[in-house]
């Protein structure tokens, strides 16, 4: 199957469609890209919090209200302006708004309550192409918001397991977003959209922002107890890849299988960094602390600052060193195995699955609350699958190299090699312990084809919330999460 894939992802990825040679629009007769290569780099400064982002101001103590709009904004001088899709918090949003134009900044310890009001059309414009096979109201805006790395009830989670058709135009989308320590500690998390088959397209379109937890440590200011950066030096840097059409429109490219519209990844050919194509930094010479957010659909990112070297202070989960967790997370484990699927890659019946199931079958994963789990990720695909959890924050234990294609010659069906069948005795090598950047909690793994990876995570809810309590997981190129490489999961009594 690998090849087919790689096939797609060169017919995709617009900056790989200009190595091949072959003009963009010779090949897309119909297609109007503009042709990002052509943007002049570093014209304009980077939006930062207060000075382009807009840090979102509370509508009550402890309460945000956000209305899910669109709104117009140039995001390169040589581009008209873009339709973007983002979240006001009643500001009416001066600046740099929509793609991460947004911060909410937490208190660890402090629950938030958080209005979502659907003020967007009721259809998608011709900008977002919809593939109406995988929504559960065909071509109409449905829009549920996700705190991704939230420790919440599952009726605040935003997932498609709760709330399967998401919410309308007019319709209000209350959560508590408990902020509960430890499992909530000073991190830097994001807020986006997770409506059911169109979460790639609606962070596509903007609905995405900066969610930044603080405690008593990691104030944000300076001096600090932990003696690092604040203030004006410390820099947010919300990453995207984008294409765009020539009207300044985003562009997002439809399949070329007849009958099918969504496409397995998406690739852009120009960089916006906290929503600004390609901007600048002046800096200081001292130290700075970089929060960097990989936001893009499915690129996973490799980053350098052109020789300086830097250091790594925290992860998705929060700073690290946390020795006492690390502890409690070692006895008694349940160990579950999930494979990832791919069905079809040239058909239009293609898509991704976990486990051999479709999303809305029953949940196969239930842990019981307060329990320690080992889940072990076996990926039968050619690609690498950067998969999420809700709820938890987990770590890594290790990835072992096994031969995936005989496993799946053993086990594999029509809809790939169903979950629960241990891969270890096809494994060829011994397990290789994850990257010293791994160390911490963490929120996604990458997945990494010819092995399988095993990660350890506690199933606790937070205070107040009983079980059961459903939940998701699933890769977060979002492509492959709305067909259909998401599944829920049921945290028991
Ligand atoms: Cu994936």
């Not at 003009?23 to 304009?44: H, Q, S």
């Not at 945000?64 to 040589?78: D, G, V």
């Not at 060193?321 to 579950?336: G, N, S």
Request: negative net charge; proline residues 10%; charged residues 15%.
């Amino acid at each position: 199957m690998q090849p087919f894939t790689r096939r797609r992802f060169l017919q995709y990825g617009a900056g790989v469609g200009s190595a091949l040679g072959v003009p963009w629009a010779l090949r897309n007769p119909e297609a109007c890209a503009a042709a990002g290569g052509k943007l002049v780099k570093y014209l304009e400064p980077l939006p930062l919090p207060g000075a382009g982002i807009v840090v979102a101001t509370p509508s009550a103590p402890n309460t945000f209200s956000f209305t899910q709009r669109q709104i117009s904004r140039q995001l390169h001088p040589q581009l008209p302006p873009t339709p973007l899709w983002a979240y006001d918090d009643g500001s009416g949003l001066g600046g740099q708004a929509g793609s991460f134009g947004m911060a909410v900044v937490a208190q660890s310890g402090t629950p938030l309550t958080v209005n979502y009001t659907h003020n967007l059309p009721a259809t998608y414009p011709s900008w977002i192409p919809v593939d109406t096979r995988l929504t559960p109201m065909g071509n109409d805006v449905r829009l549920m918001t996700h705190l991704h790395g939230g420790f919440v009830a599952a009726t605040s989670d935003g997932n498609p397991a709760i709330t399967p058709d998401g919410f309308g135009p007019g319709e209000t989308q209350t959560v508590l977003y408990t902020n509960q320590p430890p499992h909530m500690p000073a991190s830097l998390l994001w807020f986006h959209d997770h409506g059911m088959g169109t979460t790639r397209l609606n962070v596509f379109a903007g609905l995405a922002a900066a969610y930044i937890v603080r405690d008593e440590f990691d104030t944000g200011h300076e001096p600090n107890p932990i003696g690092i950066p604040g203030g004006a030096y410390e820099i947010p840097l919300v990453v995207q890849d984008r294409q765009f059409n020539v009207d300044g429109t985003f562009r997002y490219p439809v399949s070329d299988i007849e009958g099918v519209t969504w496409i397995g990844e998406y690739f852009g050919d120009v960089m916006l960094v906290n929503g600004k194509v390609w901007p600048y930094l002046n800096v200081e010479p001292r130290m700075y602390r970089l929060r960097i957010l990989n936001g893009c659909n499915a690129r996973i990112l490799n980053l350098d600052i052109g020789g300086p070297t830097f250091w790594q202070i925290g992860a998705e989960g929060g700073l690290f060193d946390v020795p006492v967790q690390v502890k409690e997370m070692v006895l008694p484990v349940t160990t579950r195995f999930i494979t990832l699927n791919e069905i079809d890659p040239e058909e239009i019946t293609w898509y991704l699955n976990l486990n051999g199931l479709h999303f809305d079958e029953p949940a196969t994963e239930t842990p019981r609350v307060g329990t320690v789990e080992d889940w072990v990720y076996v990926n039968l695909t050619g690609d690498t699958h950067p998969m999420h959890m809700h709820l938890v924050t987990f770590q890594v234990v290790g990835r072992t190299p096994f031969a995936a294609e005989a496993y799946e010659a053993a086990y594999g069906g029509p809809n790939g090699v169903p979950g629960g069948i241990d891969p270890t005795p096809f494994a060829t090598g011994p397990m290789l312990p994850p990257a010293p950047e791994e160390r911490g909690f963490k929120d996604t793994v990458k997945a990494n084809p010819g092995y399988f990876t095993t990660i350890r995570a506690k199933f606790e809810l937070p205070d107040g919330v009983i079980a059961p309590q459903t939940y998701v997981h699933h890769c977060h190129i979002v492509e492959h999460e709305d067909n259909d490489m998401m599944r829920p999961f049921t945290v028991m009594p």
